[in-house]
Structure formats: structure tokens, C-alpha cells
């Protein structure tokens, strides 16, 4: 594990501040619809400063060990949380329909979700790594968690996403003041001299509300890799980061992804079987050394999700779905969506 001290942290939530700031002010300081070179050149941006990062972790984790193994970790935590990400991008892309979200609106409601998101991981992580320190045998239980979702994600039938089903909008609509006008560039305003919440408050809690159902998987995944809760975190929060441009990148060809969720049910069953086999090894047979080496986890993960990709990569689908080419404008009903979390 890496030697990690407040100072350490400090440095990176701040660096994280940063990042958000230069995101919100300087390149969303308008309210606009994003082209497909805008958030082609952010996404390499945020997946850019991810790898310098991961150049850091390296070179942290050769100086203290010796060896590639913390930056291997966070290369795998990062490549997992990141494909995951891709999954919730079905919801979001639902959610903003189901809304009638104007494209230039979007950019805000993702924003503040994805503050909303690191804050909740930061909560997910520090329970679950304590729940481990106290009661390892709780890896068992995220290890059957994990192939239990991988193996439902692979043979449930795609399911539609129900926004009007969610209980938070239910508690929402039923007791915040809504304001009559359809606004989505303010979460509050004043109506009729009483202040009330806007439709795109409820959408923020919708958003919210779903990542806490992506969250209930993916950290346990992340934590199926690495133990250690600096990069556990980080790798966690540099997939974040970068949500908002992905989505907007891949919005207009979500439904091509018609196969990524064989490869992510492959990869969340590849990690619940690893912590379980770990598990087993260490405390029923005592053997202490190491069952699957890092760079081969990297492999395996890599290599479940390219073979995923594939079909996409050579424009098979499994159904007819139209483009017009257009980003945000896709004709195409997006209505495969995640397994991991309906918003129900």
C-alpha cells in the first residue's frame, strides 16, 4: 500500500477543487450545446490528466516498493470505474429524455451530480474499506455480490428505465414546492413572490439517486482490485471527473453499445471470483502469496472489455437503430439501458 498522509490527501482535494472549478467556470461558462470536437478534445483532456496521475502513482509506488504494482492498481481501478461509467450514461441519456432537458441544460444537472457522486463514493469507499478492517470476511460478501450482478447483467433482459417510478421523485413531487414553469438553467427560483423548486432540482435527485445504485457495485469492484483507499478513491474520482464530457461524446451512439454489458458482467465476475479465491487461499489454506498477479488482472479486464467492443468497432447490431449523425439529437430510442441500476 502506498504511505499516504493528510498532506496527501489535502493536495488532492484540492487538486480536485481545482478541476471542478476550471470545468464549471471556464469550460462550461456559457450555457450552450456542446459540439462533437468540444467534447472529443475535453474527454482526452480528463482521460490525459488520469494517466498523468497514474504516471504519479507509478512512479510513488516504485519509489516506497520497488515495483509497478500501486500504478498497475489504479490503471485497472480507473479502466474498470471508466467502462462502468459508460453503463450509467444509458440512465442519464433516459433520465434527460424522460425530462425533456434541453441539450444546453444538461451540462449544469451533470455537474452537480457528479459533485454529488464523489462526495457519496468518498462515503461508499470509507465504509467499505472500514467494514473490511473490522469484518474481512465481509470480502465474501462483496465478492458473491459482485458475480451475483455479473452473471444477472449478462441474462436479464434489457429493461426500460422508468424515471416516473423513482422513489426520490416521488418524495420530491410530493412534498418541494415546484414551480408551474418549465426551467431547467436554475434549481430554485421565485414564483408568485414564494420560492420553489424548479423540474431540474428533481432531476438532480434522480441522478443522484441512480449513482447510488451504480456506486453499490462499482466500489466493491474497485475495491476488488486494491485495498488501498487512496486508490480506491482517486482512480474513482478520475473516471468521474470526465463523466460529463463522455456524455456528451457519446450520447448521439449510446445504443451501438449493444454488447458492452457482456464485457462488464465478465469483468465484475472476473473481480467477485478474484476476491473470493483470495479470500479462500489466505484464511482456509494459508497460503499467503499472490494468487493473480496485477498486470495479469489488467490483462483479463482489458481484454474482456475490447472483446465487448468489438461488435461496435465493426458496426454490428443486433437491431436496426437510426443516426443522423447528429450528437445530442439521436433518433434512436435509448432503451438499452443499465441492469446494474433501474431507476425504480
Known sequence: MLEVHPWHWAVFFALVVILLILDLVVFHRREHKPTLRESAILSAFWIGLALLFNGFVWWWGWQLHGDSEAGVKFLTGFVVEKSLSVDNLFVFAVIFRFFGVDIRYQHRILFWGILGAIIMRGVFIVAG???????????????????????????????????????????????????????FNHFFVRE???????????????VESTDVLFAVDSI???????????????????AILGL?????????????FQFLHYGLAAVLSFIGLKMVAEYVAHHWFAYHGRLIDPWLS?????????????????????????????????????????????VH
Open 129 to 183: 474499506v472500514g467494514l473490511i478492517q473490522l469484518f474481512e470476511w465481509i470480502l465474501l460478501v462483496f465478492g458473491g455480490f459482485l458475480i451475483y450482478t455479473g452473471i444477472h447483467l449478462a441474462f436479464s433482459s434489457s429493461e426500460n428505465v422508468h424515471p416516473e417510478k423513482n422513489l426520490v421523485l416521488r418524495f420530491g413531487r410530493r412534498y418541494l414546492p415546484i414551480c408551474k414553469a418549465t426551467i
Open 192 to 206: 408568485e413572490g414564494r420560492l420553489c423548486a424548479t423540474p431540474a432540482l428533481l432531476v438532480l435527485l434522480v
Open 220 to 238: 466493491p469492484a474497485v475495491i476488488g482490485i486494491t485495498r488501498d483507499p487512496f486508490i480506491v478513491f482517486s482512480s474513482n474520482i478520475w
Open 244 to 256: 460529463r464530457a463522455l456524455y456528451f461524446l457519446l450520447v448521439g451512439v449510446l445504443d451501438r
Open 298 to 342: 489488467l490483462a483479463v479486464v482489458g481484454g474482456l472489455l475490447g472483446l465487448s467492443l468489438i461488435p461496435t468497432l465493426f458496426g454490428y447490431q443486433r437491431r436496426p437503430s437510426s443516426d443522423n449523425g447528429s450528437l445530442q439529437e439521436s433518433e434512436s430510442d435509448v432503451t438499452q439501458t443499465s441492469n446494474r441500476a433501474g
